[in-house]
């Protein structure tokens, strides 16, 4: 997942950190893998992997042998073998968690896919390299206006040029089969290279092109996803939400892979639940089934003749309904099993924090009107209020005079 400091242009370049793609986190690049393995020693007696993971536009990755063993490290930019000429990458991936990304993407050691990395790259290698990737927009762009004036039906989704600027790979959708024969002969005069075209599924396209999904975070295809497993209404239907195409179908148009990420939690929750066909018997009428809340295990039926009220059972009481029903017994009536439910009693919160009320900083202090209410109407000017008080004051710190004769007032 891309680092919060930047945002990537069209070309996948990073703009805040203008780091072009190697940061020192790791973190601009796509579909990347955290190496566990990389502070462990390998065992005595043995050699290390000469096969490393490079990284190219939108995710692509590929392995290369390492056969001059080069001193190579994450985050290095290499020219590899191409078909044909060279292509430029980044070396995502080393050491022995190769082994355990080739065995999951089920390529042999022996492979003919394993090409060989020619060199680090130079600095002409890499002025080649980004000059054809400024022209990949413009390139996307034409492609489109030729689609167009040829009136074939598919989508071009994506341009890639190869590291030596001699062969781009033009990647479309399309729900039919396409005749591009005359499509490749177009483009090949009109910008001079070698043309390749590959077709990919939607999954594939919203994948590369990535983009930000209706939860706020960005496409888990296009981050951490590898695995695209098919998705199907079944997986929504089990966790009761709404058949609504508009809410379940993702950027790709097909439905979201996270439909499959709780599915077995709410498999495992509804193993003992009543299947939702069957009709309950009661003395008052058939009850049929609404609706239910699995993780609070609770269902809601209505009588079939007066749909007008819900009534909110537990999977304990419709299995009891249920067995009656099996030794031909109705049951007494919904209202029953639902006045039991009401009276039970509710376990509430405590209150750790006391009695106080979160709101009461919001009530306004209220003035104080009783300052002025015993005010005397004869009021006296600070300065002769002043010369009171301080008159007063000395009389009060003045000691009383005492006669010489203390039997003269007797």
Partial sequence: MSCNSCSTDINTVPKGCKSNGNCATDGCE???????????????????LNIVEVRFKNGRKHFYRNVD?????IGDIIAVEGNPGHDIGTVSLT????RIQMKKKGVAFDSEEVKK???????????????????????QYKGREILGRLGIKMKLSDVEYQGDGNKATFYYTADDRVDFRQLIRDLASTFSIRVEMKQVGLRQEAARLGGVGSCGRELCCSTWLTDLRKVNTTAARYQQLSLNPQKLAGQCGKLKCCLNYELDTYLDALKDFPRQDIVL?????????????????????????????????????????????????????????????????????EDVVGQDSL?????????????????PKNLQTPVQSQQVSGSSKNKKQRPPKRSANPNKNI
């Fill in 281 to 349: 018997k009661t003395k008052k009428g058939e009850a049929v089934f609404i609706k239910m809340d699995i993780f609070k295990r609770v269902l809601w039926y209505t009588y079939k003749e007066d749909r007008n009220k819900w009534f909110k059972l537990t999977v304990d009481n419709v299995k009891e309904i249920i067995d009656l029903n099996k030794n031909n017994v109705p049951a007494t009536s919904l209202e029953d099993y639902e006045f039991e439910l009401l009276v039970e009693n509710v376990v509430e919160f």
């Fill in 30 to 48: 796509k579909l990347s893998v955290f190496d566990w393995l990389s502070n462990m020693s390998l065992p005595t007696g043995q050699e290390p």
């Fill in 117 to 139: 990395i020619y060199r680090k790259a130079t600095q002409k290698d890499i002025d080649i390299w980004k000059a054809a990737r400024e022209k990949e927009y413009e390139t």
């Fill in 359 to 375: 709101t009461r900083f919001d009530v306004p202090k209220r003035k104080n009107k009783k300052k002025h209410k015993n005010k």
């Fill in 69 to 73: 063993n080069l001193q190579i490290s």
């Fill in 95 to 98: 050491g022995e968690l190769i």
